[in-house]
């Protein structure tokens, strides 16, 4: 199965915007769904966004939509998470996750977990 490695968190300001991006090793995405989540300190894991990537469809967390946009790279075998406007309240050690199938927003359904990357916004 496909094993996923994430990159590009960071330290920004509030307004500020910045980009993930979800690797693929061991195979390609293209039967796969890969999600976003995230988790604040003492916290839960929530989703945050997913983007299918056969159909290029996507799924977003209500208080992320219209500020984050799912999608994929094809030349660099990537799903990226855009993130604007960023808040405060978004700062949380971002996952990357993948699964055999079609959108989800449930973490138990994703088999394939990147190490997490973090990203703080100040205020």
């Known amino acids: 199965q496909v094993q996923v490695v994430e990159s590009g968190g960071g330290l920004v300001q509030a307004g500020d915007s910045l980009r993930l991006s979800c690797a693929a090793s061991g195979r390609a995405f293209s039967e796969y769904t890969v999600a976003w989540f995230r988790q604040a300190p003492g916290k839960g894991r929530e989703f945050v966004a997913a983007?299918?990537?056969?159909?290029?469809?996507?799924l977003y967390r209500d208080s992320v939509t219209g500020r984050f946009t799912v999608s994929r790279d094809n030349a660099k075998n990537t799903v990226d998470l855009q993130m604007n406007s960023l808040k405060p309240e978004d700062t949380a050690v971002y996952y990357c996750a993948a699964r055999y199938g079609g959108l989800r927003s449930s973490s138990e359904q994703y088999t394939s977990w990147g190490q997490g990357t973090q990203v703080t916004v100040s205020s």
């Open positions: 983007f299918g990537w056969r159909d290029g469809t996507a």
